[in-house]
């Protein structure tokens, strides 16, 4: 996925980040910049107390800096980029903020909280031609999912027919479950969809170049009330005990979507998501059926492959760089055996937009997730969102 070389990073002058955000994304953000060797210089969490416990658990021997603010954050000369990792309904007043303070921003998905702000931090992002403004859509950056790209591109599967997949979990299958992502005030009005089926739309659109034209969708709550802790869960900790007192609060966000979709050019697809799906912990499905062949990747074994064929065997691929495209192999840093996932899909993410300022011709195409491709699955939401009320298909 990354067009400049490594050494371009190395020999830059190192970047100095500030994380906002002191919750799961944020570590999962420090781990994966401390991996490309991109120092953390300092943390911003909702109280001073929460960003030193923070930058002291996972500082190490280079302490960073606990903000007060946000003020305090952009007027540190060494932070020269900003990765923000806060509640949805906080993403458009930061990212715009960090922009206009002179910052690389590198924000968590939603981009914001609707169409409306999303177009006006692309616009803002155009005006600031020395910055570069990226959105977290790490899935992309799984080496396999690159290979399906490369081999569609390459006309292996012949003329696409149609994509199917999903993306469950089961961290808030009881009504007990709790997180801010389920208030629409903190997240906004869709939840599953946003939270997690984005990534899948964003996953479809970089490996088929194809685009989303129309949708119909159907949305599900299973829980209209769930019981609130006295103090915050932080995202997936919910199952770790239970809390002792609660309060019940109205839920108007889904837990389940369906989403059947019509691409430009005629294929087709559909997507269903789920939050309340037990035993399922954290699953991405993608199948693409082309005329040729079909392929078929699952994120909960992320390192294989399935190729299927009508008059020959089918295969199943396991990821070793030695038998990938050169366009994937760019982003499979261990040989064959040596399983990479997860947390090495963000260190790809951040590896090719730290490369890209290191690089310094802001005049190339992002090779990462930028705002418009933000813009363009919040707009996509927004159009599942009119569906579900209006019971019709919506075009996009």
């Known amino acids: 996925m990354t067009t400049k070389s490594t050494a371009a990073l190395n020999d830059a002058p190192p970047p100095g980040v500030a994380i906002v ?19 953390v210089v300092g943390v911003l969490g909702s109280s ?26 952009l007027a540190d000369p060494l932070v020269t980029s900003v990765h923000v990792a806060v509640p949805n309904r906080l993403h458009f007043a930061m ?27 692309v616009e803002l992002a155009r005006q600031c031609p020395s910055l570069a403004a990226g959105v977290n859509y790490n899935i992309r950056y799984y080496p396999l999912c690159l290979e399906i790209r490369e081999r569609i591109r390459a006309g292996e599967l012949g003329e696409l027919f149609h ?34 089926g984005t990534h899948w739309l964003d996953l479809v659109s970089t490996v088929s170049g194809l685009e989303v034209e129309a949708v119909c969708a159907d949305l599900f709550t299973a ?8 103090g915050e869960i932080e995202t997936f900790q919910g199952k770790i005990g239970a809390p002792s007192q609660t309060t019940s609060v109205p839920i108007s966000t889904e837990d389940y979507g369906c989403v059947m979709l019509r691409f430009r050019g005629g294929a087709r697809g559909v997507l269903w998501v789920s ?14 059926a082309g005329a040729r062949q079909a392929l078929e ?47 090495d899909s963000f260190k790809q993410c951040f590896r090719s937009f730290y490369q890209y300022i290191a690089a310094g011709d802001f005049s190339e195409p992002a ?8 813009h363009r699955e919040i707009e996509l939401c927004e159009a599942i969102l009119r569906s579900q009320k209006e019971n019709r298909w919506v075009t996009v």
Request: net charge negative; aromatic share 10%.
């Open 367 to 374: 090779p990462f997730p930028t705002f418009a491709d933000g």
């Open 163 to 196: 994509i199917a997949g999903s993306y469950v979990q089961d961290w808030l299958l009881k009504p007990t479950d709790y997180n801010w992502r389920v208030l629409t005030d903190e997240g906004g009005e869709l939840r599953a969809i946003a939270d997690i």
């Open 275 to 288: 939050q309340v799906t037990a035993g399922r912990k954290n699953c991405l499905r993608l199948e693409i």
């Open 297 to 343: 990747w699952n994120s909960e074994r992320p390192n294989e492959l399935w190729i299927g064929h009508r008059d020959r065997a089918n295969e199943l691929l396991l990821r070793d760089p030695a038998l990938l495209s050169p366009g994937a192999r760019s982003a499979a840093d261990y040989p064959g055996g040596h399983n990479e996932g997860y947390a």
């Open 223 to 230: 829980h209209p009330t769930r019981q609130r802790p006295a």
């Open 95 to 121: 990212t715009t903020e960090a922009l206009l303070a002179g910052k690389h921003v590198l924000c968590e998905k939603p981009l914001a909280m609707n169409s409306q702000e999303s177009a006006e931090l």
């Open 48 to 73: 001073t107390e929460k960003g030193r416990r923070f930058a002291e658990r996972f500082g190490g021997l280079s302490q960073p800096r606990a903000y007060r603010d946000f003020t305090e954050l």
């Open 21 to 39: 955000g002191t919750g799961f994304m944020g570590w999962v953000h420090w781990e994966a910049l401390s991996r490309i060797g991109v120092p």
